[in-house]
């Protein structure tokens, strides 16, 4: 057996991910977006609050994009982006030069190899590339140590149950001994038109728009090295490298909120369990999370946890979460997901600014006709209902 590296190396040079652009400006005007990226998703990386001062930041496993993206919207921080893939460092170069990134410096080299670059960093940004390797956990080991103290990461690992399809697949392409070449994606895409309607890739195949780019086929179907995992997974490798696991960056997926209202057979089976069954609970009986975004800190790090019951909720505050827009009257939307809000509900999302509290919203002079019991149960349940949809991020107040 080839060495792994060797492998995803070559498949990454000759098909570099993702599909590259031109343009970081234009794109980003056009809404595109990285989940996790710092300077977007604040109160999900450091709930507790952003620390002051220059961040270092590493994009391990870069791509064509990541790193020159982190430094673009990080302008005031530091990005080193590293990479086993030259194709994948030039496009990242090409970026940079376009739009004159000084804050940027790039590495070709196995992430597992991190530390000699002697230096380490407070945010982590590694998706995409872990499950690619012989051993994610000494992969993440690796970057454990170059994680400075009270820094995090932003992790994503492919999710097992929507990936069950795409598995079947890559086992009938390996033994039919489909190549990674032009040829063989042509081949690829000829067999997936004749799949039964019933087959378990067909959701993924019509829900992943970026297949149309020949590196995504290959990235999906015909990869050397790729596993997946369950949410309890998760946690094990995570704990097992020895760091703590934070948060989903995006709570959508995870909570049943976003399937199944108060009242329903599953909300009443899975509300009274705690967070982490609810997670995996959900994630069976869902069956949508195709990846799993989550930041981990460090075991130094004193976690701040976002609980509406225990918590001081009132001192919470609430960001809107990145791209939540309203699309007419009662209706907002995040991406695929759409929220309806009706009078109370929109008047309490149009008020969140990321400096008020759930406490000053729910104390606008404009809801002193309500009852204050009243308020209160709507801010703290409401609130949370947001959080659970992600369509919120809760900055937690002083300790
Ligand atoms: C699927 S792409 C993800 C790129 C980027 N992180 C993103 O999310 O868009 C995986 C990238 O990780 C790189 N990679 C895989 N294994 C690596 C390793 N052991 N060390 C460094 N880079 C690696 C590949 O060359 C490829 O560019």
Same mark, same amino acid.
């Given at each position: 057996?080839?060495?792994?590296?060797?492998?995803?190396?070559?498949?990454?040079?000759?098909?570099?991910?993702?599909?590259? /652009?031109?343009?970081?400006?234009?794109?980003i005007?056009?809404? %595109?977006? !990285?989940?996790?990226?710092?300077?977007?998703?604040?109160?999900? &990386?450091?709930?507790?609050?952003?620390?002051?001062?220059?961040?270092?930041?590493?994009?391990?496993?870069?791509?064509?994009?990541?790193?020159?993206?982190? *430094?673009?919207?990080?302008?005031?921080?530091?990005?080193?982006?590293?990479?086993?893939?030259?194709? +994948?460092?030039?496009?990242?170069?090409? =970026?940079?030069?376009?739009?004159? =990134? +000084?804050?940027?410096?790039?590495?070709?080299?196995?992430?597992?190899?991190?530390?000699?670059t002697?230096?380490?960093?407070?945010?982590? &940004?590694?998706?995409?590339?872990l499950?690619?390797?012989?051993?994610?956990?000494?992969?993440?080991?690796?970057?454990?140590?170059? &994680?400075?103290?009270?820094?995090?990461?932003?992790?994503? &690992? %492919?999710? !097992?149950?929507?990936?069950?399809?795409?598995?079947?697949?890559q086992?009938?392409?390996?033994?039919?001994?489909?190549?990674?070449?032009? *040829?063989?994606?042509?081949?690829v895409?000829?067999i =997936?038109?004749? #799949?039964? !309607?019933?087959?378990?890739?067909?959701?993924?195949?019509?829900?992943?728009?970026?297949?149309?780019?020949?590196?995504?086929?290959?990235?999906?179907?015909?990869?050397?090295?790729?596993?997946?995992?369950?949410?309890? !997974?998760?946690?094990?490798?995570?704990?097992?490298?020895?760091?703590?696991?934070?948060?989903?960056v995006?709570?959508?997926?995870?909570?049943?909120?976003?399937?199944?209202?108060?009242?329903?057979?599953?909300?009443?089976?899975?509300?009274?369990?705690?967070?982490?069954?609810?997670?995996?609970?959900?994630?069976?009986?869902r069956?949508?999370?195709?990846?799993?975004?989550?930041?981990?800190?460090?075991?130094?790090?004193?976690?701040?946890?976002?609980?509406?019951?225990?918590?001081?909720?009132?001192?919470?505050?609430?960001?809107?979460g990145?791209?939540?827009?309203?699309?007419?009257?009662?209706?907002?939307?995040?991406?695929?997901?759409?929220?309806?809000? #009706?009078?109370?509900?929109?008047?309490?999302?149009?008020?969140?600014?990321?400096?008020? +509290?759930?406490?000053?919203?729910?104390?606008?002079?404009? #809801?002193?006709?309500?009852?204050?019991?009243?308020?209160?149960? /709507?801010?703290?349940?409401?609130?949370?209902? #947001?959080?659970?949809?992600?369509?919120?991020?809760?900055? =937690?107040?002083?300790?």
């Open positions: 057996m080839k060495d792994v590296s060797t492998l995803v190396a070559r498949q990454y040079e000759a098909f570099a991910y993702p599909q590259p /652009f031109a343009d970081l400006a234009e794109e005007s056009n809404g %595109y977006s !990285q989940v996790g990226d710092p300077s977007l998703y604040g109160p999900v &990386l450091w709930p507790e609050g952003r620390p002051p001062g220059r961040l270092k930041i590493l994009a391990a496993g870069c791509g064509t994009i990541q790193a020159a993206y982190a *430094a673009f919207m990080n302008r005031e921080d530091e990005v080193v982006g590293v990479d086993l893939s030259d194709a +994948s460092l030039g496009h990242e170069r090409y =970026l940079q030069e376009r739009h004159g =990134l +000084s804050n940027l410096r790039l590495f070709k080299g196995d992430l597992i190899d991190v530390a000699a002697g230096q380490d960093f407070d945010v982590i &940004l590694c998706t995409g590339v499950h690619h390797m012989a051993d994610p956990g000494a992969g993440l080991a690796a970057l454990r140590d170059v &994680l400075a103290p009270g820094g995090v990461m932003v992790l994503m &690992l %492919y999710g !097992q149950t929507v990936r069950t399809g795409v598995y079947m697949l086992d009938a392409f390996r033994r039919i001994g489909i190549e990674q070449t032009t *040829a063989g994606v042509a081949q895409r000829r =997936l038109k004749e #799949l039964p !309607q019933r087959h378990y890739a067909n959701d993924y195949v019509r829900a992943a728009d970026e297949l149309k780019h020949d590196t995504a086929v290959v990235d999906t179907f015909l990869h050397p090295q790729d596993r997946a995992y369950t949410v309890p !997974q998760i946690f094990d490798l995570v704990e097992d490298a020895g760091l703590q696991f934070q948060n989903w995006d709570n959508y997926l995870y909570w049943r909120n976003g399937a199944w209202g108060a009242g329903t057979a599953i909300a009443d089976a899975v509300d009274p369990l705690p967070p982490r069954e609810h997670w995996a609970a959900i994630e069976m009986l069956q949508s999370a195709g990846m799993h975004t989550f930041t981990v800190r460090g075991v130094d790090t004193d976690l701040a946890i976002v609980d509406f019951d225990q918590g001081d909720w009132r001192g919470f505050v609430p960001h809107r990145p791209g939540l827009f309203r699309k007419g009257p009662a209706l907002f939307q995040r991406g695929y997901y759409q929220l309806k809000a #009706l009078d109370l509900e929109e008047f309490v999302i149009e008020a969140v600014d990321g400096r008020r +509290s759930i406490g000053d919203i729910i104390g606008l002079p404009a #809801l002193a006709d309500i009852p204050r019991e009243e308020r209160d149960l /709507f801010g703290q349940r409401y609130f949370e209902h #947001l959080w659970k949809l992600g369509h919120v991020m809760i900055a =937690l107040p002083p300790r």
